[in-house]
């Protein structure tokens, strides 16, 4: 349907040949414009034919995005190894992009615009087709030619990578905990040991000679050994993780522009610095070429509020873990990364400024504080059914809010309701039911919260990217990034 032009986003226009680009806002969407010229016939849309002119105005699909790649090189994402700062930009709602680029569109930091977990596509009902076109609309309508990522995150299967990589994505995040027997953690050493012998005797014997009775200086300040209880255990927990790391890049990452990043954070335990090298030191022994790493630090990581536990112990142990990564030439990637100021400051410090961080649910919360101060009704009902459903929600994360902290709707007057989103039980909360959120209908089927969420973020869809603009800002500050400096 053909809807009226309202605006034309001046950053949106492009040349190729004979056509000519742009991007414009309509009543309820944004539209793509191609006048004349024969890459008209690429893009599914309306033609138009006015006295001056004849122009072909085409929807945001995923079919239309896949043709804009092929015709503009920076519209697609790209690797980023080598890059020192990058950041993981997750956009559960495909609306989050344009105020990412325009905080980051001077600065050295590259931006992974398109990340989502298999978790995150079911929770929202989208594809990584949708999810990897929104990044592509925002990409052209801001004009951004600086490169992007996109990063098929925590997948764990041959067919979830092959299908991520079909669809274009540019990193792929091997999430191994299916293969990481943590409840072995906890194993008496008796039974430990029984297990370990019944390893291959070649396998263990070619380990034990790499490994033990020796002391491995990781840097000038990191010398790390291994005592034969725990090399037990280690090979027993990791060995199955690293062996999947080893089929799926192989058959699927090797000789590709793909960056691979290995994932160990969702354990029960915390990765401890043998572990972590054990790990690392037989992938690159079997010629796999990581990206980053994600280790599980000391402390909690929790979704979209700060670091909890002892900074001084964070820092201890984090340094191990960045001079590992830095030994064997990759960078630490911290999961569930927003939020954590606390200790930005020392990731930023003890990786030398080379680290991958990853945020989503904390863009979200954006959203959410915009609907809280654009439209309290709308807010008060979204508040009310998350609290309503937060054991639902859990089954699918890991928190530890209190709701008795968070203050009763109706003590609470409209220009007040944003301020839940500063409050970290109720980020919590509303963190993590975002996917019941966006999933629940009414009884005709149509969604409860969805459209309108929508319809708001459209509305005030500038100070959705100013929101966004000054809490990832706030990150960067805390990261020691100044954004103005010019790439
Ligand atoms: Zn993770």
């Not at 979204?382 to 890991?398: D, M, R, T």
């Not at 959120?437 to 969420?453: E, H, M, V, W, Y």
Request: proline share 3%; charged share 25%; glycine share 6%.
């Amino acid at each position: 349907m053909r809807s009226d032009i309202q605006y034309i986003y001046p950053r949106s226009k492009q040349k190729n040949s004979d056509s000519d680009y742009c991007m414009a806002k309509t009543e309820n969407c944004d539209v793509v414009l191609i006048v004349s010229g024969s890459d008209m016939d690429a893009f599914d849309g309306e033609a138009i034919v006015t006295p001056e002119k004849t122009y072909k105005q085409c929807p945001l699909s995923v079919e239309n995005s896949k043709a804009l790649r092929k015709i503009f090189n920076f519209t697609s994402p790209v690797r980023h190894k080598g890059r020192d700062v990058t950041i993981g930009l997750g956009d559960r709602l495909g609306l989050a992009s344009g105020g990412h680029i325009r905080l980051l569109r001077e600065s050295d930091v590259f931006p992974v615009l398109a990340q989502q977990s298999i978790r995150e596509l079911n929770l929202t009902g989208r594809t990584y087709e949708d999810v990897l076109s929104a990044a592509v609309w925002a990409v052209f309508r801001e004009g951004y030619t600086k490169g992007f990522g996109a990063d098929g995150d925590h997948l764990k299967t041959h067919d979830e990578v092959r299908n991520a990589l079909e669809c274009g994505f540019s990193m792929i995040t091997l999430d191994c905990s299916e293969h990481i027997p943590s409840e072995l953690d906890c194993a008496s050493q008796a039974e430990i040991n029984t297990r370990y012998a019944e390893l291959p005797a070649d396998v263990t014997g070619a380990l034990e000679k790499l490994y033990l009775n020796k002391t491995i200086a990781v840097s000038g300040d990191v010398m790390l050994s291994f005592c034969y209880d725990d090399f037990k255990r280690i090979v027993l927990v990791y060995l199955p993780a690293i062996e999947h790391a080893i089929n799926i890049f192989d058959e699927l990452i090797n000789n590709k522009d793909i960056d691979f990043e290995v994932s160990i954070d969702e354990t029960l335990s915390t990765t401890s610095p043998q572990a972590h090298y054990f790990v690392a030191s037989e992938l690159v022994r079997h010629g796999v070429e990581i990206t980053s790493l994600a280790p599980r630090f000391v402390g909690e990581f929790q979704k979209g509020i700060d670091y909890r536990g002892d900074i001084s112990l964070f820092e201890r142990d984090f340094l191990v873990h960045a001079e590992i990564a830095k030994m064997f030439g990759y960078k630490l990637s911290i999961h569930s990364g927003s939020d954590k100021f606390s200790v930005f400051p020392i990731i930023h410090r003890l990786t030398d400024g080379k680290y991958h961080l990853k945020t989503a649910g904390t863009n979200w919360l954006e959203a959410v504080r915009v609907i809280a101060k654009c439209s309290p009704e709308l807010y008060r009902e979204i508040h009310a059914f998350a609290l309503s459903n937060l054991q639902e929600a859990k089954k699918c994360y890991h928190i530890t809010e209190n709701t008795d902290y968070i203050a009763d709707l109706s003590d609470v007057s409209d220009n007040m309701l944003p301020d839940y989103l500063n409050q970290d039980d109720a980020r919590q909360v509303l963190h993590i039911t975002y996917g019941l959120i966006l999933q629940a209908k009414n009884p005709d089927g149509s969604t409860l919260f969805k459209d309108r969420i929508f319809d708001v973020l459209y509305e005030h869809e500038e100070e959705y990217f100013t929101a966004l603009e000054e809490h990832i800002g706030k990150h960067l500050a805390a990261l020691g990034i100044d954004e103005t400096v010019k790439g």
